[in-house]
């Protein structure tokens, strides 16, 4: 096992929702450490890059108009084997698919949104997270 960081974004369903402390809770419960938290709005440069490859797809424009309902909250979360963990916890990107006792299986849309308003975004491999977490986060930010 492997000490790694991920990034973790409270979608706009997750912060209009105000379940953002509820699942905050069940990551700290995982034992994950938070390394750094902020609440900010979301650019169309910054989800340009963040979703690039998927910004030449003809859904992009209803995604970023998602991503700017509200502020979002980026998170930085430390443990072993934090990244599969997370993910694990999170269930699939498909609320309609998460089990029940999943965060997306508990709070995720089961509507036609259900894979873009899932509560939560996680990194997907230790590149992934590298490259998000300096995307969301300034040098001084992540402690």
Known sequence: MATETTLILFKP???????????????EKEG?????????SLSDEILAEHYAHIADKPFFPDVRSFMQE??????????????????????????KEAAAGTIR?????KGGDAKMRNVCH????????TAE???FFH?????
């Open 133 to 135: 977490i300096r995307r």
């Open 122 to 129: 996680a990194s997907d491999g230790p590149e992934t997270a």
């Open 13 to 27: 369903d997750a912060v209009a929702k105000n379940i953002v402390g509820t699942v905050l809770s069940r990551f």
């Open 105 to 109: 299986g508990d709070f995720g849309d």
């Open 32 to 40: 994950f450490k938070i390394r750094a938290l902020k609440m900010m």
């Open 70 to 95: 509200t502020p979002v909250i980026a998170m930085v979360l430390e443990g072993e084997d934090v990244i599969s963990k997370v993910r694990d916890l999170l269930g699939p990107t498909d609320s």
């Open 139 to 143: 040098e001084g930010e992540v402690y």
